[in-house]
């Protein structure tokens, strides 16, 4: 059971804005944080922009002021608008929902991933 799908990415010339989607069927109720995260060739995957239930949005290290996201909770949807691409954010994308039950047991859901190839 797919619970998490992400999509959107393809091939985007350096400069380029492209959005990504996620969705999720996780329980509304249940889902306390959605993001996004990346994984570069051969780097680690890391954090690109998140946003906690009814708290702000944080966004990695690496790429404030490049991206943005938008939430809605009541159709636990995720977007992610890009910024000026360059190269060097060629990854793949994952979606990310985490479901917190009382009292505190936590599951993360992860999407398949989007490749996003950014060409100079």
């Known amino acids: 059971q797919v619970l998490v799908v992400d999509s959107g990415g393809g091939w985007v010339q350096a400069g380029g804005s492209p959005s990504l989607f996620c969705v999720t069927s996780?329980?509304?109720?249940?889902?306390?944080?959605m993001g996004w995260y990346r994984r570069a060739p051969g780097k680690e995957r890391e954090l690109v922009a998140r946003?906690?239930?009814?708290?702000?949005?944080q966004y990695g290290d690496s790429v404030k002021g490049q991206f943005s996201i938008s939430r809605d909770n009541a159709k636990n949807t995720l977007t992610l608008l890009a910024n000026n691409l360059k190269p060097e954010d060629t990854a793949v994308y994952y979606c990310?929902?985490?479901?917190?039950?009382?009292?505190?047991?936590?599951?993360?859901?992860w999407g398949q991933g989007t490749q996003v190839t950014v060409s100079s």
């Open positions: 946003e906690p239930t009814a708290r702000s949005i």
């Open positions: 990310h929902a985490l479901c917190t039950e009382w009292p505190d047991h936590e599951s993360d859901y």
């Open positions: 996780v329980d509304t109720t249940c889902v306390t944080d």
